[in-house]
């Protein structure tokens, strides 16, 4: 039995928050935990992260799409099938869900080549039991990165995307939830914080 959990959503939708906080749930039960993310789970992945988010070289959104898988093949390798084996419980912080929404919906990448063979081949068969999609409105998305951006917050290559971009990403975590609702819960996320935990505490299969 794999325990590997996914959270996904639009930025700023308070993923990393919810993560963090099943963690600390599950490490109260005794469970062992490993917190990680994408991009930027290994030293490779952080490298890749800070090309990928800082602006300075924009790559074309072929090269893009590689960086990414290229950070998940690593990531995969390196980190999360070992702790896996060791019976660790992994909650990553984005995952191919976000490829599919960023790079092959939003960036438009998908037409003509079926590029989904080259996901499943960056995952190596690490596909996540259950996925948390916290669904937040592309309106308050935008909001809070604002907020974000007020407290003196970098931006982020993808924080400076037009509202299009952002509608697309919305539009097509929607699509992969309603093609796979075994694997993928939706949490409202514009619900308090503690009522998305309790959701995610009470829907975690263990
Ligand atoms: P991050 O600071 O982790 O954003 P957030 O806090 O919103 O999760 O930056 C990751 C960015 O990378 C985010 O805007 C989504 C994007 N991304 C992709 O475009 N494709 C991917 O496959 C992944 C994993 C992330």
Known sequence: MHHFISFEGGDGCGKSTQLQQTAAWLRQQGQQVLETKQPGGTG???EIRRLL??????PV???ELFMFLADRAQHVKE???PALKQ???VLCDRYSDSTLAYQLAARGLDCGVNLRPMLAFAEMG???KQTFWLD???ETALLRIKKRQQKGEKNNHFDDETMTFHQRVHQAFESIYIENTTRVVRLDASQ???VIQQQIRQSIIC
């Open 44 to 46: 490779l992945g952080l």
């Open 53 to 58: 988010l800082s602006g300075e070289f924009p």
């Open 61 to 63: 959104s072929e090269c």
């Open 79 to 81: 980190v999360i099938q």
């Open 87 to 89: 019976g660790q419980w």
């Open 126 to 128: 690490c596909v996540p």
């Open 136 to 138: 937040v409105s592309i």
């Open 192 to 194: 308090p914080i503690e």
